[in-house]
């Protein structure tokens, strides 16, 4: 991403309805961070810095999903603004949690939440980025893993192709040596069909996966399901699982909805 003009490239960090831990991921990357801000010039990021700087920006990162009017017009002056676009995490890429919305009625939400539900405005759905502006790439996961978050930065500073991998997280059991919890134990998992990203973190401790970092690229639910009820789910285990960070993905909605129609 580096500019025409000389200077350093900008780099902007925007947030939208989300709970700000992919930016704090950013934040976290203390000894990467040392050696990225000597090569960029971070112009807008309110989490760590109230003097944001004007744009054009060479790369900016967004974290949180559209939830009102206001946001679905603040994304389109971000994109015109902005070189590259990186939606980062489930609420950017999938809606995120706030996406269960989407399949109730906000106005009984507003209601049960809040003492004045006239004052608030908001819209009847949650959506990610992508259903709103043109995305250069999502990078997934609730939050976001740091070692993605640097390659893309470093990748896009040397005008390359950011290496993040598509496969399922079972790849990434077979790498640290985990044992398959379903083969050996029958706990349900997600791993089959979600990104990796992770590191396996929760089958690597008896757990099976939760899709944080919601579907992989290649997904199979007309066999996977099958294997969800064996270990033991019942049709509203199964849309449970598929309805958490990324309910609004459009393979995990998919399959949750057949469920239901069944």
């Not at 919305?101 to 405005?121: C, K, L, M, S």
């Not at 396996?200 to 007309?222: D, K, Q, V």
């Amino acid at each position: 991403m580096t500019p025409t003009s000389g200077r350093r490239p900008r780099l902007a960090v925007w947030k939208f309805a989300s709970c700000d831990g992919c930016q704090l991921t950013l934040l976290d990357c203390e000894d990467e961070l040392l050696g990225i801000t000597g090569r960029v010039e971070i112009t807008h990021f309110l989490e760590a810095s109230s003097a944001p700087g004007p744009g054009p920006y060479d790369l900016s990162l967004v974290e949180g999903s559209i939830t009102t009017a206001a946001d679905a017009q603040r994304i389109l002056q971000i994109r015109a603004a902005s070189r590259r676009l990186v939606t980062i995490g489930a609420c950017a890429t999938a809606g995120g949690v706030q996406a269960l919305r989407n399949y109730a009625d906000v106005a009984e939400f507003q209601a049960a939440v809040y003492a004045h539900p006239d004052y608030i405005e908001t819209l009847a759905t949650s959506t990610p980025i992508s259903a709103h502006v043109p995305v250069d790439l999502e990078l997934r996961g609730c939050p976001i893993d740091r070692g993605q978050l640097v390659e893309v930065i470093t990748a896009y500073l040397a005008d390359r192709t950011p290496d993040v991998p598509a496969h399922s997280v079972c790849f990434e059991c077979k790498r640290r040596g985990t044992v398959c919890v379903t083969v050996a134990h029958g706990t349900p998992c997600l791993g089959p069909v979600t990104h990796a990203g992770c590191g396996a973190l929760c089958p690597a401790y008896g757990r099976g996966c939760y899709g944080c970092f919601g579907p992989s690229y290649s997904t199979n639910f007309g066999s996977f399901i099958p294997l969800l009820r064996r270990d033991g789910m019942d049709t509203l285990d199964v849309v449970r699982v598929l309805s958490t960070f990324n309910t609004a993905a459009p393979e995990f909605e998919a399959a949750a909805r057949k469920e239901l129609t069944e």
